[in-house]
Nanobody, 126 residues
């Protein structure tokens, strides 16, 4: 049974930083691309960032480029999202997701991901 558990969310002032973590269990983590998505109240879930299975390729939505960094530690079965220069519009529940297929490239499509975490709240005050 695959489980993804996010942590690291919280309340931060605009301009601050947070690092989200997502620990995976139940499958061989190092074989799968991982993604981060977010959902603000009243809005659709949107793609934030993704990283391929080996960690040497990543992809970001335009609104977070230069501010957020996705990384992974395959020895710890964990993917991270370092968020700097946070803005109030970054406020959302953040979800990590694991690719349905092994050895895939990073993808922005939620349809590519078979497993999802429960989400962690990030609130950025102005």
């Amino acid at each position: 049974q695959v489980q993804l558990v996010e942590s690291g969310g919280g309340l931060v002032q605009a301009g601050g930083s947070l690092r989200l973590s997502c620990e995976s269990s139940g499958r061989t983590f190092s074989r799968y691309a991982m993604g981060w998505f977010r959902q603000a109240p009243g809005k659709e879930r949107e793609f934030v960032a993704a990283i391929n299975w080996s960690g040497d390729s990543s992809y970001y939505t335009n609104s977070v480029k230069g501010r957020f960094t996705i990384s992974r530690d395959n020895a710890k079965n964990t993917v991270y999202l370092q968020m700097n220069s946070l803005k109030p519009e970054d406020t959302a529940v953040y979800f990590c997701a694991s690719d349905a297929s092994s050895y895939g490239s990073s993808s922005s499509s939620p349809l590519r991901y078979a497993y999802w975490g429960q989400g962690t709240q990030v609130t950025v005050s102005s």
